[in-house]
């Protein structure tokens, strides 16, 4: 079982106990190398425990992969070199290696020659102990090992009938062979035997796998591409010498008994340090297990796997997407066995527990509780593959024990914890660990409980440093996978067998990788300071538009000066209009610089003070205040040279008028957020409410003259808002009255004469600075008025404030009276899961519609142009794209031709398949030609996230 996090303050932590262990053992070498040479040297040792001098020895270093390593640049390593290492301390002794080309056999020859003085990795044998004596202490042990290369799965451990017949190679004159004649009477299989002159040849033969099924070596050694089948035949492994040579067998006897009792483990250590590798653990797979996999794929059944979704680190959900590092340790067992899954999603912990009790899932992958209480609930807990220890967060300031722990719902270990602190403790549940973390913040909790793991990411994301956490070693969690009684047992046997196979290495990789995306945490204020050249970037796009806009102005009024010179009264008439409109636009050249001037010089001070937070947010905001107002300046004009150009023409689509007003009445609630203003509204429709109208231009004047409010009333004022609407005796007609009163600054009688007049603004004292805006919302509002055939009225003092009233009569839907609202209520949206195609050629306006989308949990994929989109769409799955968000104005093939060429695919969801323009072409004619052409609705560009949302929850 891996630990997850045990507490040491660095990220990379599992190597602590190990370095502690090296440190010891370097500790005890050094006091020992002080001891001795104190001391004086003699030629042989003496019963004092004393050496007169330093004995150089040569020492058989035969070539084997983990024991003995030696690269290129002559560097050596190895389980037995380190063992040589450990004992040199103790003996003084100054070794001469000899032999790395040579193989054992050579070794064992080269020390009866006299050759060498000393040899390890030897095995008490009848004819070894003929000629040299041995160790007194062993220094490790080794079994014979059956290997097959990881192609073949034919054998398993534990599954003899496979094995029968089967080709084994080793090299020739191995003593291994007496252990597998042993083993193959035991349990009643023949073999035949297939000699090689050394391990390399043998190795390869394995892995061509044309000669032998199967290879007899030592576990002592790195595998590679191989697969263990079993095990069998242990053996101590000795250090020996040519037979009398006494008085170097004492030394090395007691270097040895000295280096077990400074470091009893040092075996174990140098085992998992040289001899593991992801197939040295036995996690092969019988018949029956690789029989189960296979199945599963034939049938395209995929296991479900369940978790508690606020385990944050260890198992959560981010974007729609299973995260932690329990979750990737699952994945990383289940692609290492090609093991088919998909998550069944918990969106809380209550439905977590509904779903594990209800035995929804055929995996829980983050059990904790009981074996009995596995049992009672129907499930088969496998062996503990993970752990964490409890910490405890509080404020830095907190001292003292804690009265209040905030503990997330569903945790009784937590509370149990808690309890134990302090029995007195008033426990307040919370959703999250998030909640938790916040109610210690706020002060509503002293202390919070959470695994170790998840209070080192809330630390390094406390940014403001105000929490600290202390770990609690006497309080730990095991993570077992609980397997679904129902299922196979042969998937309960192989996830059993996989969670003794993941490593402290692999759990620190997945962990660490947690850990350093905490602490590196991105967010929009460091994208928009790290991206100042796409702000820059959209400034100009729009400074453009607002230049052509100009331009085209300008040379239409040059047209219209020119046109019919031989007509004096349309030349006065074109000339009076110039006029206006040139007066207009020296007044909105003041009005667009404005903001302007306040994006760029924000930007500026934005990426000059990268490092300093509040004055990036600061600036940010007035960016985003600026940004707003450019934009309603623009709308305004647009809206205007539309009407004026007679290319507007009002809907006649049913409606529901008490939604129009409901959206009016959650503007004007949004409007005041910051201000000190009271509102009060009344609405009163009749049970007709539904009507063939222009919603959206009925919203549009409400809310313009709601903005007008809002804008020119002073804090501590009030602003009224109210909707009638009675049909007429026949009940055909809706007759509304919508009347919005407001206590501001009020207007004058001169300038309530012209307040509807094109290209008219007030411009009296200092208003337009105190009140930016373009002038020409009252002229659009009362030419969109006239165009519904409505009156409006409008009665104001200066400094008492605005009333007023617009009348409308809307034809009443008698289709639609029994029908309900389908408007879908605002709100957070969340597309967890759901994949999207994002086709866009511009790369900022990409950027920012991925941002956006990536709020929501969509999964995206995008595509640079139609012609892309359409290859994408072709070569996925039926049914993986969910909806496609397309731009119109594209090289290659533009979003119509992508739409018509994704519909005319010969697939059942080329049809169905939302489409949905994402566009700068946002005319309602530009509208009309993007449903004509196949797609299913229409987003303009800027875009705005909940109006996407909105649009793809009708469809989603």
């Excluded at 879908?824 to 949206?829: C, K, L």
């Amino acid at each position: 079982m891996c630990r997850v996090y045990t507490g040491c303050s660095r990220i990379k932590r599992s190597r602590c106990g190990h370095a502690f262990k090296i440190a010891l053992i370097v500790f005890a070498v050094a006091l020992s190398l002080t001891l001795v040479c104190s001391n004086v040297y003699a030629s042989e040792y003496t019963a004092t425990g004393s050496y007169k001098n330093q004995k150089i020895v040569h020492v058989g270093f035969f070539r084997y992969d983990g024991y003995h390593n030696m690269d290129s640049s002559g560097e050596k390593s190895g389980y037995g070199y380190d063992f040589l290492q450990m004992i040199s301390g103790y003996a003084n002794f100054k070794y001469v290696y000899v032999g790395y080309q040579n193989t054992w056999s050579d070794m064992v020859n080269m020390l009866r020659d006299g050759r060498i003085d000393m040899l390890t990795f030897a095995m008490k044998t009848t004819e070894n102990k003929k000629y040299f004596d041995f160790s007194k202490h062993n220094i490790g042990t080794s079994s014979a090992l059956l290997t097959t290369s990881t192609e073949n799965t034919k054998f398993a451990a534990s599954d003899y009938d496979p094995f029968d017949g089967m080709r084994v190679g080793m090299v020739k004159g191995t003593d291994r062979k007496r252990d597998l004649d042993a083993y193959a009477a035991e349990n009643g299989i023949s073999y035949t035997a297939v000699y090689y002159s050394n391990e390399a040849d043998l190795q390869a033969a394995l892995k061509k796998g044309r000669k032998i099924d199967a290879m007899l070596s030592e576990d002592m050694r790195v595998l590679s591409d191989e697969v263990i089948i079993d095990k069998f035949s242990p053996r101590n492994i000795y250090v020996i010498v040519k037979k009398g040579n006494t008085s170097l067998l004492e030394r090395i006897d007691d270097s040895i008994k000295k280096l077990n009792t400074a470091d009893p483990g040092w075996m174990i250590d140098l085992q998992k340090k040289y001899f593991h590798s992801e197939y040295s653990s036995n996690m092969s797979m019988s018949q029956s297990e690789t029989k189960y996999i296979r199945d599963l794929a034939k049938k395209n059944k995929s296991l479900k796997v369940l978790f508690n979704p606020e385990r944050y680190p260890l198992s959560y959900y981010q974007g729609g997407a299973a995260k932690g590092v329990l979750v990737d340790i699952f994945k990383q067992i289940a692609s290492e066995y090609d093991l088919p899954y998909q998550f069944v999603k918990a969106g809380s912990i209550d439905e977590y527990y509904q779903l594990r009790d209800d035995k929804k899932a055929d995996i829980i992958l983050d059990f904790v509780e009981s074996t009995d209480e596995a049992e009672v609930l129907g499930y088969r807990l496998t062996s503990p593959y993970a752990g964490s220890n409890c910490s405890v967060i509080t404020k830095k300031s907190f001292t003292g024990t804690p009265a209040t722990a905030a503990v997330i719902k569903g945790s009784e270990a937590f509370e149990a914890i808690a309890d134990d602190q302090n029995e007195q403790v008033k426990i307040i549940n919370y959703d999250s660990f998030s909640d938790c973390i916040k109610a210690v913040k706020s002060g509503k909790a002293d202390c919070t409980y959470t695994y170790s793991l998840t209070a080192q990411m809330y630390i390094l994301t406390d940014h403001n440093d105000k929490l600290k956490a202390s770990q609690l070693n006497d309080n730990s969690f095991q993570f077992r996978m609980a397997v679904n009684s129902k299922t196979d047992m042969a998937l309960y046997a192989f996830l059993n067998q996989a969670s003794h196979t993941i490593t402290d290495s692999q759990t620190e990789e997945i962990t660490d990788a947690y850990l350093v995306s905490a602490k590196q945490s991105y967010n929009i204020l460091d994208f928009l300071a790290d991206n100042p050249a796409l702000m820059i970037s959209l400034i100009a796009l729009i400074l453009a538009v607002l230049i052509g806009f100009i331009l085209i102005q300008r040379k239409n009024a040059d047209k219209l000066k020119a046109s019919n010179e031989a007509l004096e009264e349309a030349v006065e008439a074109a000339n009076s209009a110039n006029a206006s409109k040139t007066r207009f636009l020296s007044q909105m050249s003041h009005d667009i610089r404005t903001p302007l001037n306040g994006i760029i010089g924000m930007t500026q001070i934005a990426g000059e003070n990268i490092n300093d937070t509040a004055r990036v947010e600061d600036s940010i905001a007035k960016i985003s205040q600026s940004s707003e107002h450019l934009l309603t300046l623009i709308n305004d004009i647009l809206d205007l040279s539309r009407i004026e150009s007679g290319k507007i023409t009002m809907a006649h689509e049913p409606a529901d008028i008490r939604t129009t007003v409901n959206q009016c009445i959650e503007v004007l609630k949004s409007s005041i957020i910051g201000r000190d203003l009271e509102i009060t509204t009344s609405v009163s429709m009749s049970e007709h409410p539904y009507v063939l109208t222009d919603a959206l231009r009925i919203r549009q004047i409400l809310i313009n003259i709601i903005s007008n409010a809002v804008k020119f009333t002073p804090d501590g004022g009030r602003i009224i808002f109210k909707a009638e609407g009675h049909p007429d005796p026949e009940e055909k007609i809706l007759n509304c009255r919508f009347e919005i009163a407001d206590t501001g600054i009020g207007m004058d009688d001169e300038f309530q004469k012209n307040i509807f007049q094109t290209f008219v603004q007030a411009d009296s004292g200092n208003a337009r600075t105190n009140y930016p805006g373009s002038g020409l919302g009252m002229s659009i509002v009362k030419q969109y008025v006239d165009m519904l055939e409505g009156t409006i009225e409008i009665n104001s003092k200066p400094g008492e404030g605005t009333a007023v009233i617009v009348r409308l009569s809307l034809e009443i839907d008698r289709n639609a009276a029994a029908s309900e609202d389908t408007d879908v209520p605002a709100g957070d949206y969340d597309f967890s899961g759901v994949n999207a195609l994002l086709v866009e050629d511009n790369e900022i306006n990409m950027t920012i519609a991925l941002f956006l989308l990536d709020k929501s949990g969509l999964i995206v994929d995008t595509a640079a142009d139609g012609l892309e989109a359409v290859d994408k769409f072709r070569a996925s799955d039926v049914g993986y794209y969910q909806c496609i968000f397309m731009d119109i104005m594209m090289p290659n093939m533009n979003g119509y031709e992508a739409t018509k060429a994704i519909r005319a695919l010969d697939r059942p969801d080329a049809e169905t398949v939302p489409i949905i323009a994402m566009s700068a072409k946002a005319f309602s004619e530009d509208i009309a030609e993007a449903l004509e052409n196949g797609m299913n609705a229409h987003v303009a560009k800027p875009l705005d996230a909940h109006i996407i949302f909105e649009t793809l929850a009708r469809f989603i």
